[in-house]
T-cell receptor, first 110, second 115 residues
Framework: GEDVEQSLFLSVREGDSSVINCTYT??????LYWYKQEPGAGLQLLTY?????DMKQDQRLTVLLNKKDKHLSLRIADTQTGDSAIYFC??????????FGAGTQVVVTP | NAGVTQTPKFQVLKTGQSMTLQCAQD?????MSWYRQDPGMGLRLIHY???????DQGEVPNGYNVSRSTTEDFPLRLLSAAPSQTSVYFC??????????????FGQGTRLTVV
């Protein structure tokens, strides 16, 4: 999706924190999402944040939203090998349409 | 609930052939959509529907048709397959909570190769 940008690759050591960044362009988006895709599988919702929030924490996941800069980030604490996957940032409108970024491949090394 | 079910999981077509990718959801979701996933390009919206009888084009609709005769089903038709349509196709459904949309639930995908 050309309106949502994210870096394509991230390598992180097991036990460290991972931070995946995303920028979006549509200021009218009501929700912003992070999805995880494991090899050969569909997309699984990890977490989402409402556009009037700055931060959301859910166990090892922390989402930060800077609405002024249209910047979204996902922090994974204590990254595990099972966190290796592609992570997609997405913005959604009220009509059920989602705009996805190209995905960030996260590789966790021992 | 089975969620979103896509069939088939894999398909090989010859150039010029037509076929229908099936998608069904049992969550009574209003919204359904089809995406294609290509390396380095994320997911791109092909067609979507906001309810039975209502469909609209997404970002990359050419070469594809859809219809939505029931809430549950949203088939995607390839009219005359081309190698450029080699991709992984995902169907998704979502619903409103109050006045705002919520997350999309995805099927497991159909891997299509056109030779």
């Amino acid at each position: 999706g050309e309106d949502v940008e994210q870096s394509l690759f991230l390598s992180v050591r097991e036990g460290d924190s991972s931070v995946i960044n995303c920028t979006y362009t549509d200021s009218s988006s009501t929700y912003l999402y992070w999805y995880k895709q494991e090899p050969g599988a569909g997309l699984q919702l990890l977490t989402y944040i409402f556009s009037n929030m700055d931060m959301k924490q859910d166990q090892r996941l922390t989402v930060l939203l800077n609405k002024k800069d249209k910047h979204l980030s996902l922090r994974i604490a204590d990254t595990q090998t099972g966190d290796s996957a592609i992570y997609f940032c997405a913005e959604g409108d009220s009509w059920g349409k989602f705009q996805f970024g190209a995905g960030t491949q996260v590789v966790v090394t021992p | 609930n089975a969620g979103v079910t896509q069939t088939p999981k894999f398909q090989v077509l010859k150039t010029g052939q037509s076929m229908t990718l099936q998608c069904a959801q049992d969550m009574n979701h209003e919204y359904m959509s089809w995406y294609r996933q290509d390396p380095g390009m994320g997911l791109r919206l092909i067609h979507y529907s906001v309810g039975a009888g209502i469909t609209d084009q997404g970002e990359v609709p050419n070469g594809y048709n859809v219809s939505r005769s029931t809430t549950e089903d949203f088939p995607l038709r390839l009219l005359s397959a081309a190698p450029s349509q080699t991709s992984v196709y995902f169907c998704a459904s979502s619903y409103h909570r109050g006045t705002m949309n919520t997350e999309a639930f995805f099927g497991q995908g159909t891997r299509l190769t056109v030779v």
